[in-house]
């Protein structure tokens, strides 16, 4: 790069947050590609937000492997201490280990010769600059901890959440709870200045009561929630100049994660896990609709049951592969307007075998 375009390039990385992290991932991520996407810059543009004061309260649910993490605890935190070297960040999420690793990858960008070069007011005390922890000269800084970690006698400017609890601890109760209640009790107290503090919570949905809902029931929140493949025709803006049109059907990055990989991962997981943490919309583990309290036990259906009335329920299938679907079938009792559940049968069958199979 010639000497004369360095001040530009500077101005901009210092000024444009979006430029930021394109420069921030290639110096974490030496070698990998970054693939910009609508919804990155949606992110950058909310966050921009959060750093001149306009959103103080803001929630951003995406799905795994979308650089929510990198975009929100990383390179965030980076380039708001770099421009204002007394700004002080708390960055908390579910384990020791994540945020720790979340630390250091911010670390690696405030070391780099460019971040030095655009940022030259941000000086970082080197007794002071730990896994955990980093301190400007100027009292500013990164801080580092898990959900229950000690905050006491800690306070900053912006809180990060990220990631609050795993997706399979997310099914209990009391985990829920803990965390909601760690919130409610610790959080909101360590703000240096409670009326501009800044609060921001990315994440992966897992349950309709994670810390997600927990706080979108009591606050005033902007929530950001983009599903990994759109339900429905949409129009989202991007900010004051960009709107992007967004089809039903269509994945919310295409290069990264097409329609074949999520529907593989739908599959995977199941349909219950993918509507949470894929489309950020969880429902109660009963449905919606059915609910588990209608269900009763029995130990052997009554006799006259098969003479009343029987019916059968196929929920077909078309493959054998390893990760494909069953075709299942249920077969019931009516009587005295009870039904029984009398057979289960569950089996991969190619087409010919289940015609045959429907119709012994």
Same mark, same amino acid.
């Given at each position: 790069?010639?000497?004369?375009?360095?001040?530009?390039?500077?101005?901009?990385?210092?000024?444009?947050?979006?430029?930021?992290?394109?420069?921030?991932?290639?110096?974490?991520?030496?070698?990998?590609?970054?693939? +910009?996407?609508?919804?990155?810059?949606?992110?950058?543009?909310?966050?921009?937000?959060?750093?001149?004061?306009?959103?103080?309260? @803001?929630?951003?649910?995406?799905?795994? %492997?979308?650089?929510?993490?990198?975009?929100?605890?990383?390179?965030? +935190?980076?380039?708001?201490?770099?421009?204002?070297?007394?700004?002080?960040?708390?960055?908390?999420?579910?384990?020791?280990?994540?945020?720790?690793?979340?630390?250091?990858?911010?670390?690696?960008?405030?070391?780099?010769?460019?971040?030095?070069?655009?940022?030259?007011?941000?000086?970082?005390?080197?007794?002071?600059?730990?896994?955990? =922890?980093?301190?400007?000269?100027?009292?500013?800084?990164?801080?580092?901890?898990?959900?229950?970690?000690?905050?006491?006698?800690?306070?900053?400017?912006?809180?990060?959440?990220?990631?609050? #609890?795993?997706?399979?601890?997310?099914?209990?109760?009391?985990?829920?709870?803990?965390?909601?209640?760690?919130?409610?009790?610790?959080?909101?107290?360590?703000?240096?200045?409670?009326?501009?503090?800044? /609060?921001?919570?990315?994440?992966?949905?897992?349950?309709?009561?994670?810390?997600?809902?927990?706080? /979108?029931? %009591?606050?005033?929140?902007?929530?950001?929630?983009?599903?990994?493949?759109?339900?429905?025709?949409?129009? #989202?803006?991007?900010?004051?100049?960009?709107?992007?049109?967004?089809?039903?059907?269509?994945?919310?990055?295409?290069?990264? /994660?097409?329609?074949?990989?999520?529907?593989?991962? %739908?599959?995977?997981?199941?349909?219950?896990?993918?509507?949470?943490?894929?489309?950020?919309?969880?429902?109660?583990?009963?449905?919606?609709?059915?609910?588990?309290?209608?269900?009763?036990?029995?130990?052997?259906?009554?006799?006259?049951? =098969?003479?009343?009335?029987?019916?059968?329920?196929?929920?077909?299938?078309?493959?054998?592969?390893?990760?494909?679907?069953?075709?299942?079938?249920?077969?019931?009792? @009516?009587? =005295?307007? %009870?039904?029984?559940?009398?057979?289960?049968?569950?089996?991969?069958?190619?087409?010919?075998?289940?015609?045959?199979?429907?119709?012994?």
């Amino acid at each position: 790069m010639s000497d004369n375009k360095k001040p530009v390039v500077n101005a901009l990385l210092y000024e444009d947050f979006s430029s930021f992290l394109i420069k921030a991932f290639e110096t974490v991520n030496p070698g990998q590609n970054f693939v +910009p996407n609508w919804h990155i810059d949606l992110m950058s543009t909310r966050l921009t937000e959060v750093a001149q004061g306009g959103i103080q309260r @803001l929630v951003l649910c995406l799905c795994p %492997r979308s650089l929510k993490s990198f975009v929100t605890s990383v390179a965030f +935190p980076a380039w708001c201490i770099g421009r204002d070297p007394s700004k002080r960040f708390i960055c908390i999420s579910y384990s020791e280990d994540l945020a720790a690793k979340h630390s250091r990858d911010s670390q690696q960008i405030i070391a780099s010769n460019w971040y030095r070069k655009a940022f030259p007011k941000a000086r970082f005390d080197g007794k002071k600059f730990t896994e955990h =922890e980093m301190e400007t000269t100027m009292n500013g800084g990164r801080l580092a901890t898990s959900v229950g970690g000690t905050l006491t006698g800690r306070g900053g400017h912006v809180i990060i959440i990220d990631d609050p #609890i795993k997706a399979d601890a997310a099914m209990s109760e009391a985990e829920r709870n803990r965390v909601n209640s760690w919130f409610t009790s610790t959080v909101s107290s360590r703000f240096d200045d409670p009326a501009k503090g800044a /609060l921001v919570i990315v994440s992966q949905r897992t349950h309709v009561d994670d810390l997600v809902g927990h706080v /979108l029931q %009591r606050g005033d929140w902007l929530n950001v929630s983009i599903p990994a493949i759109a339900v429905e025709d949409e129009e #989202i803006r991007i900010d004051a100049d960009t709107v992007i049109y967004r089809k039903q059907g269509e994945s919310m990055h295409p290069a990264r /994660l097409p329609i074949g990989h999520l529907e593989h991962q %739908r599959n995977n997981i199941g349909t219950y896990n993918f509507e949470a943490q894929y489309q950020q919309k969880p429902v109660p583990r009963e449905g919606n609709l059915v609910k588990a309290e209608w269900f009763r036990t029995y130990e052997e259906a009554p006799h006259e049951v =098969e003479r009343e009335y029987v019916i059968q329920c196929w929920d077909t299938a078309s493959s054998i592969d390893g990760d494909a679907s069953y075709s299942v079938c249920t077969t019931w009792g @009516l009587r =005295e307007h %009870r039904y029984y559940l009398l057979d289960v049968y569950r089996e991969r069958l190619l087409f010919p075998a289940l015609l045959k199979k429907v119709g012994a």
